[in-house]
């Protein structure tokens, strides 16, 4: 994870500026994050874990580790519920925002705490054996009994 700046604080109001940049955080504002490369198409996660995590299913997108800049992280928490991967969320007001494995160059972003979600799109759906029964996956979008899947990590 890149080296945190815990005492600058940005309540950014433009969500994706000139340069491409994406900006988000959790819900009370505590946690404020930049992603100045490229966002992976979202990948919606139907496993046990992310439900419970959740109280959904989970819509994800992901950005490579270097491109993730937490501006603000001072009540960022991580989690442990599997080996070799964690979860942030925080401790404040509860949002889950990362998923990351410890041996991937990749973060996964809830697209729900992005400040401006455009031009991004459900591209597959996972774990989809382990679906609520209360609700149907609908639509065409790909779907996979495991966690494998065909979306690509931008450059």
């Not at 009540?75 to 949002?95: D, E, H, N, V």
């Not at 455009?118 to 639509?139: K, M, N, P, V």
Request: charged share 25%; with cysteine; hydrophobic share 30%.
């Amino acid at each position: 994870m890149p080296a945190a700046n815990s005492t600058s604080r940005s309540f950014v109001t433009s969500d994706t500026n000139e340069a491409g940049q994406r900006t988000g955080g959790c819900a009370c504002g505590a946690i404020r994050y930049r992603v100045t490369g490229p966002l992976r198409q979202i990948i919606a996660c139907h496993c046990a874990q992310c439900r419970r995590t959740s109280g959904h299913f989970v819509a994800a997108t992901a950005c490579r580790r270097q491109h993730l800049e937490l501006v603000n992280d001072s009540t960022l928490k991580w989690f442990r519920a599997i080996p070799g991967y964690r979860r942030g969320f925080c401790q404040l007001c509860g949002s889950s925002l990362f998923f990351e494995a410890d041996d991937e160059d990749r973060c996964s972003i809830a697209a729900g705490s992005l400040d401006d979600d455009s031009g991004l799109r459900i591209a597959a759906h996972i774990f989809c054996e382990e679906q609520g029964r209360y609700y149907d996956i609908d639509g065409d979008t790909p779907r996979h009994d495991a966690g494998a899947h065909a979306v690509p990590m931008p450059d």
